[in-house]
């Protein structure tokens, strides 16, 4: 099981878009979800490891040789890396700054995934709003803050304004979640807790649609220092915090110079100790991430 933890910006692309946005992030068809193809992932720690290691067999079995493109005899790599999905859009919250919230929908899809993988999840149950106007959360000690109504505590995401329900099953994903993917937070930090918030799958989809960020870009003429005639366009990018998910994957050669799955999952691992850097716009700061791996040991 694999999570990306996006430090800065990350455009996914998918080319030329055909509405406003010219540079639109990578999107699953049906659902809308964003996503960075598995190649992405494959391929930059596919770098790192020749970059680190040199042309070692190591390095060809668990990626594939350099020459895969141009050898017909090239056999496949050992890790298969699926697609990295949304898990967890950051969006402006009144209370906290922000709010980390996913859906129903996305934590089924997660709990598929985790059966296939040796990881245990924290709980089959997942808790799902009555109305798109509600949201679970942790506790009364999360980014709540009083409605007009006496008595009445509100979420506000956006603009939006969001009744609160707290549920036992909430509490269990997000301490969950904050084990896996911030392993370095001590028990008593709510840093995580406070801002995971569940929403209803009709509000998240509205939200993955306007909550991402969009960037007007120029190209200055190099003499003159002025915008080129007719370069200006607009590119997508998730923002700093979003979280995704995935699956790696293993198999083995019988003739190859890695013994065992563990030994795959292991070098993979210390490739991703140190942020690297995904999907497109490098030489402007997009892209750096964290990535977690969990199980597969």
């Not at 998910?245 to 030994?263: C, H, N, P, R, Y």
Request: net charge negative; proline share 5%; glycine share 8%.
């Amino acid at each position: 099981l694999s999570f990306v933890h996006v430090i800065s910006s990350l455009h996914a692309g998918t080319g030329q878009g055909a509405g406003i946005i010219d540079l639109p992030i990578a999107r699953e068809k049906v659902t809308g979800i964003p996503f960075l193809p598995g190649s992405s992932l494959k391929g930059a720690l596919s770098t790192r490891c020749y970059n680190r290691d040199g042309d070692t067999n190591v390095c060809r079995d668990i990626f594939g040789p350099k020459e895969a493109l141009n050898d017909g005899n090239a056999r496949a790599s050992l890790a298969q890396f699926s697609d990295q999905k949304l898990l967890l859009l950051p969006v402006r919250s009144l209370a906290g700054i922000f709010a980390w919230i996913t859906s129903p929908y996305v934590l089924y899809r997660l709990l598929r995934d985790i059966s296939d993988t040796d990881v245990e999840p924290p709980t089959n149950k997942v808790p799902t709003p009555t109305s798109v106007d509600s949201c679970y959360v942790v506790s009364d000690k999360s980014a709540i803050i009083p409605g007009l109504k006496s008595g009445e505590k509100k979420v506000y995401l956006e603009d939006l304004d969001l009744k609160v329900d707290i549920s036992a099953e909430t509490g269990e994903w997000a301490e969950w979640l904050k084990k896996q993917i911030f392993p370095d937070q001590k028990e008593e930090d709510d840093t995580f807790t406070s801002r995971f918030c569940i929403v209803h799958d009709d509000l998240f989809s509205f939200l993955l649609e306007t909550a991402t960020e969009v960037n007007a870009r120029i190209r200055l003429e190099e003499e003159t220092k002025t915008v080129r005639e007719g370069a200006l366009w607009y590119e997508e990018t998730l923002p700093p915090e979003t979280i995704l998910s995935g699956l790696v994957l293993a198999t083995l050669l019988k003739d190859g110079k890695v013994s065992s799955v563990e030994q795959v999952f292991s070098e993979i691992g210390s490739l991703a100790k140190s942020t690297i850097q995904l999907g497109g716009k490098a030489t402007v700061g997009r892209g750096l991430c964290r990535i977690r791996l969990v199980g597969g040991q």
